[in-house]
């Protein structure tokens, strides 16, 4: 199983475009970074959190799948996990 | 002295008692000194007076007058508790009261009196006053409204005062430790109650459970070990689920205009070309481990409309090694979601309709198997051996059926041994059933001893009809196709001479339950309806066709791949000679292609060649084109539409053939 998911994660790192890769932890610790930027960790974490609890709010039964952020030079894409939190920022034009 | 003294009152007292008692003979001796008043009477003896001597008569007898009391006794006795015996008393009280009067005097100092002047006060406080006066002015006045000044004495008062001991002020304190305080802050949300309470349901779930499972003791052992292995394993898989979800999101973006296309994109041209429409190609799918496999089977995925399967193995007779059954998704194109390798090559495969997970393979060494996707592994959970009823022979298709009455699970296939075989699952085992055999009409061969033995035809292709249950086609190698009933295991209900050679598809209509369709090597594609056995179309595509379809959407339109890399679409509604698309779809002209699936849902098509590609292309809308509605009529919906169309089809050309019979 650990085998499959590190695959994936490399595949992740090595598509075209990604720029980073950041496992973020329930307590804004980062486990995997793969990128220079550390920042992004608490930031969007904190973004999650209020995204999760907008949906949520709506409709209890409701979840937070993923969150795009597009902005003028990349994308960062977050997938909140229930202890965990991917983020992978990608160029999505190259 | 005492006794002079005595001796005179002595006197006294017997002059007395004389006179009284009249006592001579103590009188009788000293009444010469002062008894004068008593001489003129004379002494008169009382008769028990005794008779003394004068000796004894002058004997002085010595009186001693005490102060004590006579009546106090003198013989008190009292315990003593410390010698432990009763003791004289020595000294005894000698008071005798005699008389008692108590007065009525009160000191003025006294309670009582200040009681008793308090009461007297409020009555007659002028005359308190008043009477107070002169004489005892200075302590009346001291005491009827003043405080008492203490009045000292003037001899001899001192004052003496004296000072305790104060005892030192001692402060004592005492400091606990605080207790350890933490911050907490959360939020009281909708979904924080429902969390609450979903956790809490099912821990009652649990219990519940846990109630009826108390007997299993064997299963802790087991479970403790899954709980150590979780916790080792959890950071990385804990990701697993949300790195899926990103990788198909990373994906979207960098194929985001194939989304796009996929979703949105229609061929705007169509509109300008008649009856022609093209193929739009979308996503690649490739497998690295894959390369050297041709794609030998294609299905799509009832439940989840964006998974298929590919099945990979080699037509190559030479080249026989191993095989893969892989499942991708639309939503990755870069990476399968499953995998699983063989170690034969694969030739058919079909996925349940209901069941998603349950994936049934046919393999080229003649053996079938069934994969469980749930399963973690990648060894099929059922799998045919020699001893259970395996194909001699490569297994060209599988299909699945619909449960038996034991709500079995079973599935059928047939082989180039000549066998139909169906397999059912019964618990943990494969159990088959030979449906039929497909021999060769007439033709025996000369067996060991004598034995004739009928020559068996090798079926390289079956389809089940849709509605009727036990109605299935085969398609042989020799290009003859059967058309038989489950019921029946010798005797085949119709037999068409299809084609020269082998038989590669065939496929029931969608819609209308007595047309379908084959294809061969023969480079043609031929439509039949079953209870005629001419074909009612012929379609000569100008190369070895590897397989063909028909459209979920409608009952005229069907496709189908040829070894020259072309697709062709034909609509015969449209068009009834001819192809309305013939599409090239692959880069290098000497690929092959080998399969074509329509998806259910969407109009896309997949088609797998011998390189082991599977290209997805979208059907333009001149291809899935619906029939015109009449003005004011009401769209007629369903199958019912297409059946007619057909019909219509079949009409026409029923028609004439009767008419030139």
Known sequence: MSAEVEETLKRIQTHKGVIGTIVVNAEGNTTLITSTKVDYAGLLHQLTMKARSTVRDLDPQNDLTFLRIRSKKHEIMVAPDKEYLLIVIQNPSE | STSATNEKTNMLLMSVWSCFFGQDEEDGTEMGEGDEWMQGKTLIKPLDQLDLTEAELKEEFTRILTANNPHAPQNIVRYSFKERSYKPISSVDQLAVHFVLEGNLLHQDSDEARRQR?????????????????????????????KEQKITNQFNFSERASQTLNNPLRERGCQTEPPPRANFSATANQ????????????????????????????????????MLVETQSDDITKVAKVAKIIERMVNQNTFDDIAQDFKYFEDASDEYREQEGTLLPLWKFQYDK?????????????????????????????????????????????????????????????????????????FY????AVYNLKEETLQPIYKSTAKS?????????????????????????V???????????????????????????????EGPEGVQLPIMACGTSFDFHKQIDYLFLVGTEEGKIHKCSKAYSSQF??????????????????????????????WTVKIWDHTIKTPMFTFDLNASVGDVAWSPYSSTVFAAVTTDGKVHTFDLSINKYEAI?????????KTKLTHIEFNPVYPIIIVGDDRGYVTSLKLSPNLRKKPKEKKGQELPKGPEVEIAKMEKLLSLLREPENSNA
């Open chain 2, 118 to 146: 308090a009461k007297q006060g409020g009555e007659d406080a002028g005359d308190v006053e008043e009477g107070g006066g002169e004489e005892r002015a200075d302590s009346v006045e001291s005491k009827a409204g003043k």
């Open chain 2, 191 to 226: 979904w924080e109650i429902y969390d609450v309470y979903l956790e809490v349901l099912q821990k009652q779930e649990k219990n519940k459970e846990k109630a009826k499972a108390v007997p299993k003791k064997d299963d802790d052992k087991g479970k403790k070990k899954m």
């Open chain 2, 290 to 362: 894959a390369k050297r496999l041709s794609v030998t089977a294609l299905c799509w995925n009832e439940s989840y409309k964006d998974l298929f399967a590919v099945g990979l193995g080699s037509y190559d007779f030479t080249k026989q090694g191993r095989g893969m059954l892989v499942f991708y998704s639309l939503k990755n194109s870069t990476f399968p979601e499953y995998i699983y390798p063989t170690t034969s090559g694969i030739l058919c495969l079909d996925i349940h309709k209901h069941l998603p997970y349950l994936v049934a393979v046919g």
């Open chain 2, 365 to 368: 060494d003649g053996c079938v």
């Open chain 2, 389 to 413: 009823g395996k194909h001699t022979d490569p297994v060209w298709q599988v299909k699945w059926q619909k449960d038996d009455m034991d709500n079995n699970h079973n599935f059928f296939s």
């Open chain 2, 415 to 445: 082989s180039s041994d000549g066998r139909v075989v169906s397999w059912t699952l019964v618990k943990n085992e494969l159990v088959f059933t030979d449906i039929i055999k497909l021999s060769l009409a007439g033709a025996v061969s």
């Open chain 2, 493 to 522: 209900l119709e037999t068409y001479n299809a084609h020269n050679m082998a038989v590669d598809a065939v496929k029931w209509n969608h819609f209308h339950t007595k047309v379908f369709i084959s294809c061969s090597s023969d």
């Open chain 2, 581 to 589: 698309c013939q599409q090239p779809v692959v880069a290098k002209k």
